[in-house]
């Protein structure tokens, strides 16, 4: 056998390797390790081996898994996720009105600030502004905070600075 043909035949195998699910390459080689371990082990207290090259085994078979790792044969597939629509709509109308603190936390919202910067500002606890963004959610009929700032543009919002008690 020439040297392309053996290149050719290891690049099939890393490939059918790499087919094979993540879950049962590492339970492939956790059960292969554990028979070489127990094997190994029974040669140690049956004194067919000292321990220097029972530890010894041991770190060469943990080099080769790190060297598998390296070279991408233990690596997930990447999965491109892809971020969800947000759909804007010019006709958007609110079904019930919001509060006056509602509107304030919008205002922080669209400003780009974070929970606490919105509690620190209003002089409330975090948990409070989490209780009004989920009010806020439901009456804007959102799911989330990007959501909101877009909803929020559409209705005409404007981005002005929050205002401190």
Do not use: C
């Not at 056998?1 to 053996?6: D, I, L, R, S, V």
């Not at 070489?36 to 000292?50: A, G, I, M, P």
């Amino acid at each position: 056998m020439n040297k392309e043909a053996k290149a050719s035949i290891w690049q099939e195998i890393l490939q059918r390797i790499r087919n094979i699910p993540l879950i049962l390459r590492y339970g492939l080689i956790l059960s292969l390790g554990l028979v070489l371990v127990k094997t190994l082990e029974y040669q140690l207290f049956s004194y067919r081996f000292s321990m220097e090259l029972y530890t010894g085994l041991l770190a060469v078979f943990f080099l080769l898994v790190g060297i598998a790792t390296g070279l991408g044969w233990l690596q997930t597939r990447k999965v491109k996720m892809d971020k969800p629509d947000i759909k804007r709509s010019s006709e958007t109308v609110i079904e019930e009105p919001l509060t006056a603190k509602e509107r304030t936390i919008l205002q922080g919202l669209l400003a780009g600030m974070s929970n606490q910067q919105i509690a620190d500002s209003q002089h409330v606890s975090v948990n409070t502004i989490k209780t009004h963004l989920k009010n806020l959610y439901r009456k804007l009929s959102v799911a989330n905070r990007a959501e909101a700032v877009a909803k929020a543009q559409d209705l005409g919002f404007e981005n002005r600075p929050v205002q401190v008690k």
